[in-house]
């Protein structure tokens, strides 16, 4: 797999003698060649390594980390945001649907999940709503009795969403219900009907788009084409062991928004192994380099965490917002300091507070324009700095405007909460992440 590339980068960054801007070129372009090759689709790519450069050059090297784990730390940091969210699903009562292309591996990943919960303890079963392919009742019913599944289809019968009202009939005590559906070289139109009607009649909890990897950039228009025609809550990524290409489906995922849930590595049922994106890129760029890394990064990052109650002394600048921002990607939109902090008390408005993901990543975009004096002292950015950041970072001015009014917010806030009775809070402050 070419993403193999990717752990000689890790090793060219240690053997380095420093870190300079000639050593930070030439990683991205590995990087870009690796990825590239792995299909991974040339924005996404850009992306990520616009990132890893802009952030290798300029982004302070953490209190206790020396300048090549901080690179190593960037590349991985970056590399996971690129793969995007895992899907872990829930070891409760549920249905799953499989869809996808004639091929893609959707029988035997059928028996992968159903041997992946039954070894959760969950009672599981698998149902064959295959109907076109001859074969096919015969390979799952096979492959269900050498791993001890319940399996339930009905062998002369044409009508796939008669089978899986049957099934859910019969099925009733079972936790775990998978059911493999017919596959066609296409997604043809009696096919989404057949799909449509099935997903109808069982009432799936999630409906899994099984893609075979090998495909590579063709994933994209796959995934999109199953996501318009029933709308699919997670990925399966098959052969991921037999290509160069895996790329490509990545991307896909990530371009249509959907998490992946599974990968497939091999034919045999123990190939297959949940999506955890951490422990992925870790092996991506060398597990036995990266682990000890990731543990110092947590350490690091825990001793930098900041204390509120000192920080609310110092003064309050862009680069706070910008590190704010960072702890709530890394923690999730609803951070802790929205939770907790008691805005009504202060009436602000909600509009100007609230945060969405895209906004966040706006926010940052534009600061990455600024100067370090604007960053420092915001107070400087007049209407024609404000023109300036918006053509540099491809914003509008009302963005960059919307950022400067959330940071005067938020500044307001904070000097209210310093003046409240000798640094006594009425509350507790939450322990921010940054
Ligand atoms: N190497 C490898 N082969 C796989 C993997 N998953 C499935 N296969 C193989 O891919 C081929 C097709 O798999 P199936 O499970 O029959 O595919 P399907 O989507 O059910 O096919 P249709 O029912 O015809 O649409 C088989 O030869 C499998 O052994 C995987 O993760 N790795
Ligand atoms: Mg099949």
Redesign the pocket.
Known sequence: MSLEALKDVVRKITRSSSIDRKLVEEIVRDIQRALIKADVNVRHVKEITDAIKKRALREEVLEGMNPKEHVIKIVYEELLRGVGEGLEIPLKKSKIMLV?L????????AAKLAKFFKDKGLRTAVVCA?TW?PA?YE?LKQLAESYKIAFYGEKDNKDAVKIVENALKKLRDYDMIII?T??RHALERELIDEMIEIAKVANPDYKLL?LDAAIGQLASKQAKAFHEAIGIDGIII?????TAKGGGALSAAREIGIPIAFI????KVE?FERFDPAGFVSRLLGMGDIRALIEKIERVTKEEELDPEKFLKGTFTLKDIYKQIEAMQKMGPISKIFELLPFGAFKVDENVMEMTQEKMKKFKVIMDSMTEEELLNPKIIDSSRIRRIAIGSGTTLQDVKELLKYYKTMKNVMKKMKKLEKGRLPFKLPKLGF
């Open positions: 996808g004639q091929g893609s591996g959707k029988t035997t990943t295959d392919r096919a390979q493999d017919a596959g099984v098959t052969k991921f062991d037999g497939g590595t091999g034919e190939d």
